[in-house]
Every structure is written in C-alpha cells, then in structure tokens.
C-alpha cells in the first residue's frame, strides 16, 4: 500500500514553459513534505520542502503546493529549463528530523531544448 | 567535508552469499537511514537510526540487519544474498536539531544478485 504516489512516470515540457509535477498521499500524519532530484548515477538531492501549516513554498523557479484536504501536493517549475530534466521524487514524513520519510516512485521529467 | 560516502559503487554477489555495504557520514548527523531503490517503487525505506546504539526497521527490512556503534558509520549488511535484493542501495543521514530537515543522500551502491 503505497502511502506516497507519484502517477505520472514521466513527464515531457518545452523549455521556457512550466512544469507541473504531482503528488498524492494517504497518510493524514505526514507533516512534512519535501521534493528530492536525481540525476542518474547520482544520490538524490534535497530541492524543497513545505510545512503541513503552510499551503505554498518558493524558491526562485521551484514552488511547491499543499493542498491538505485533498492530501495533495505539486512542484512547479517556472521556467523550465534543459538541465532540469531528472527523475523527482516526492517524499512525505511525520515528526521532526526526517524519521521514517517515505517516497513515491518519482517522475522523469524532460526538458526539450 | 566529504558528505555521505558509500563504498563499494557497484557488487556483484551469487545467491546465498553475505556482505556489508559501507555508509559513513563526517556531518554529525544524528539521524541516518538505508533506502533502495527498484524501478517503479521509488526510494523504500528499510532500516534508520536515529543516533549511536538505536536502530529501527523502516518499510522492507527483511534479509537485512544493521548496526550503529559511531554516529559516522552505518553498514548494512545482507546476510544471505537473494536475487530479489538486486538494486541501488541509498544511505542517507539528517541532522535532528532544528526541526524539520532534508536529508542528504550517497551516491549509491549498485548490486546485483546472481
């Protein structure tokens, strides 16, 4: 029973044009939320994260949206660019300290010059 | 400040067969974890640890055991290697001061089960 779901396994954008990644979650504890990036042969890397008090976090071209009710989050990307194209993975936890972070299965996204 | 080091980058085992992947941080995080990762799953959580001498299982932990006598190190070890433990394996760790926290992820082991 996955508790964090990525639906989309990839995702193909035109550069200069948003990105829009999704994410759902069962769990009703989760009060953290955060987006990860990975390039292949790479670990993964923190990109955002949001607070389950807070309904959207930015950061330059990244912001990151809760929608609680609908146990829902999304990435957007503005503008996409080429070097953005990486597999993100979408991961939810309870409690300080990132303890027991699960992930969804991630979503490849292209950016086409 | 070398991060999340992971040793070896890639293994091949026959069934049946033990070893220790090796996963060392120089943060002082607190706070460390082993994921792997499978095609369509995502990152699973198997073991964590949240400081010297405490450790606790996370999603798949089984044909899997570690330990945790330093705050640097976490070795996981497969005691008797199957072919379903053919993945990349992931060690993370965290810092637990301050809240919330991402945490910060090796570059991975590749293993493969013959």
């Known amino acids: 029973d996955q508790q964090v779901k990525q639906n989309s396994p990839s995702l193909s954008v035109q550069e200069g044009r948003i990105s829009i990644l999704n994410c759902d979650y069962t769990n009703s504890m989760f009060d953290y939320f955060l987006w990860y990036k990975k390039y292949p042969a790479e670990g993964p890397t923190f990109l955002i994260s949001?607070?389950?008090?807070?309904d959207k976090n930015e950061d330059g071209r990244f912001t990151v949206f809760l929608n609680k009710s609908a146990k829902h989050l999304s990435l957007h990307i503005v503008p996409s660019q080429p070097g953005d194209s990486a597999v993100y993975f979408c991961?939810?936890?309870?409690?300080?300290?990132?303890?027991?972070?699960?992930f969804g299965a991630g979503t490849r996204l292209f950016v086409k010059a | 400040n070398a991060g999340v080091t992971q040793t070896p980058k890639f293994q091949v085992l026959k069934t049946g067969q033990s070893m220790t992947l090796q996963c060392a941080q120089d943060m002082n995080h607190e706070y460390m974890s082993w994921y792997r990762q499978d095609p369509g799953m995502g990152l699973r959580l198997i073991h964590y640890?949240?400081?010297?001498?405490?450790?606790d299982q996370g999603e798949v932990p089984n044909g899997y055991n570690v330990s945790r006598s330093t705050t640097e190190d976490f070795p996981l070890r497969l005691l008797s290697a199957a072919p379903s433990q053919t993945s990349v394996y992931f060690c993370a760790s965290t810092a637990t001061s301050g809240g919330y926290n991402e945490q910060f992820f090796g570059p991975g082991t590749r293993l493969t089960v013959l």
């Open positions: 991961a939810a936890s309870e409690g300080t300290g990132g303890f027991k972070t699960i």
């Open positions: 949001i607070s389950s008090i807070k």
């Open positions: 640890s949240v400081g010297a001498g405490i450790t």
